[in-house]
């Protein structure tokens, strides 16, 4: 159905079994799986309990995106990797993020960058 509809199943098979032999070379520590999420922490909930639209509110389109990775055995687990628009945003007081805690980054977006990728790895 859909894009999905499209997908050649015979190469997602070939393609499957070929990282699974790649893989089988490591242990399970040592495969990591990284993955980033959006948070918008001010922006209204648009389902649930609410049963119409809030008149007269925009979005806020304040975003921090967050970065987690853990092993494939779930032994270890990265600290958790921010990334916002801000510089030094004013929840910090004049501390820097490391000093509050956590690892955080910036850039104009607050989207994931290769460099920042490569950074937090």
């Known amino acids: 159905h859909g894009e999905a509809g499209s997908v050649d199943t015979d190469a997602v098979e070939r ?35 609410a049963t119409k639209q809030m008149s ?15 092993n494939a055995d779930g032994s270890e687990q990265l600290e958790p990797f921010f990334i916002g628009k801000s ?3 004013q929840c910090f007081k004049n501390r820097s993020p490391e000093q509050c805690g956590f690892y955080y980054r910036n850039n104009t977006k607050a989207w ?3 460099d920042l990728f490569e950074e937090c790895v």
């Open 112 to 114: 994931m960058t290769a």
């Open 15 to 49: 393609e499957r079994q070929r990282c699974q032999r790649v893989l089988a070379k490591y242990a399970a520590r040592d495969r990591f799986n990284f993955d980033e999420t959006a948070l918008f922490p001010f922006c209204p909930p648009d389902r649930g309990l």
């Open 56 to 70: 007269g509110k925009k979005k806020d389109k304040f975003r921090v995106t967050v970065g987690l990775a853990c």
């Open 87 to 89: 510089r030094k945003p």
